[in-house]
């Protein structure tokens, strides 16, 4: 089956203006495609080394930040997180303390409370993650194995062992839920608190 189109879940991505690719695909070459966003920046952003925080961006002292990173405009980064790997965060996003994100997007007025793990993945616009909910990246119990989605009667091949989730435009993320490597979750999609959401094909 073919990947399902980024801009199915989170229809900001267009604009973005990259080139079209699985979501996976995407996460796997994060820094390359933070870099690509970097050189095409306008002003009003304050640049150290490859790093670029809009003006209006507050980042805590104690957030620990590797680019390269793009950090919008009003979005806020607390003490003690640690982004990595290639990180873009649109406008009036927020990254709570003790939050991890690497090579993900946030789009548009998404968060992070805090004790989140965000690995591999691509979030739409207004995503709200509560505290010590986790998007997992990389299936432990298989060794790394490649990563295989369930898709309606269909299982998707992505190639790479690393990968989170696709999560659509407005999604809710209830606190200590689980999101397993590989989830393909659509707009408006709701995970309650301790919930689990698995759609990995086990042969």
Excluded at 22 to 47: F, I
Excluded at 101 to 119: E, I, Q, T, Y
Excluded at 139 to 161: D, K
Aim: hydrophobic share 40%; charged share 15%.
């Amino acid at each position: 089956m073919s990947s399902p189109e980024i801009s199915r879940f989170i229809t900001q991505w267009p604009s973005l203006g990259l080139a079209p690719s699985a979501a996976w695909q995407v996460t796997q070459d994060c820094e390359n495609q933070v870099l690509t966003l970097l050189s095409r920046l306008g002003s009003g952003y304050h640049r150290h080394g490859n790093c670029a925080i809009h003006e209006s961006a507050i980042v805590e002292e104690g957030a620990v930040l590797k680019g390269p990173i793009i950090i919008g405009e009003g979005s806020f980064v607390a003490a003690g997180a640690y982004l990595r790997g290639g990180v873009y965060l649109g406008s009036h996003c927020i990254v709570g303390p003790s939050c991890e994100l690497k090579s993900s997007f946030m789009l548009d007025g998404s968060k992070l409370a805090h004790f989140n793990f965000v690995g591999d993945s691509l979030m739409g616009e207004g995503v709200n993650i509560e505290a010590g909910a986790i998007i997992a990246n990389y299936r432990n119990e298989l060794n790394g194995a490649a990563i295989r989605i369930r898709h309606g009667a269909s299982v998707i091949e992505t190639g790479v062992n690393k990968f989170g989730a696709l999560v659509g435009d407005g999604s809710k993320i209830g606190a200590n839920a689980v999101i397993a490597p590989g989830a393909l979750l659509q707009p408006n999609s709701q995970v309650p608190r301790l919930g689990l959401v698995d759609q990995f094909a086990y042969d």
